[in-house]
């Protein structure tokens, strides 16, 4: 009987913490940055970096953003964020990665994370639109 308490016990923490993480959709569009040069999608890659775990300021801690639909050059990575972060305002921007160096935005972007599911939408490279 003790194990089946503990195990409903495990299993509804569990859920309550799963649902309270917010899942964050980040989208890029590079198609000016591809046309005019700025960016080699087989050379160089789109990172995220931001001020909160699983984001940082260190290159390790950067997530890739991937192509999955390589017609629209529309780049994306799914990002989850622990429940503590809940009602806590986001900085991040993203990094063009190239050989020997790197090229970040100059804006730094803010969002709040909702402890929900966000999508945000695709914005050009180190551009002022939302």
Not at 103 to 111: F, L, N, S, T, W
């Amino acid at each position: 009987m003790k194990k089946i308490i503990l195990s409903l016990a495990a299993l509804i923490c569990f859920a309550t913490y799963a649902q309270a993480q917010t899942k964050v959709t980040f989208q890029i569009d590079m198609k000016y940055a591809l046309q005019n040069g700025l960016f080699n999608q087989y050379t160089q890659a789109v990172m995220l970096k931001g001020d909160k775990s699983p984001l940082g300021n260190g290159v390790l801690q950067h997530i890739k953003l991937e192509d999955t639909a390589p017609i629209d050059s529309i780049y994306s990575a799914v990002v989850e964020f622990p429940s503590i972060y809940n009602d806590k305002m986001l900085e991040y921007n993203f990094v063009i990665k190239k050989l020997l160096s790197s090229e970040q935005e100059d804006r730094v972007r803010q969002i709040t994370l909702n402890g929900g599911e966000m999508e945000l939408p695709a914005i050009n490279f180190n551009s002022y639109d939302w």
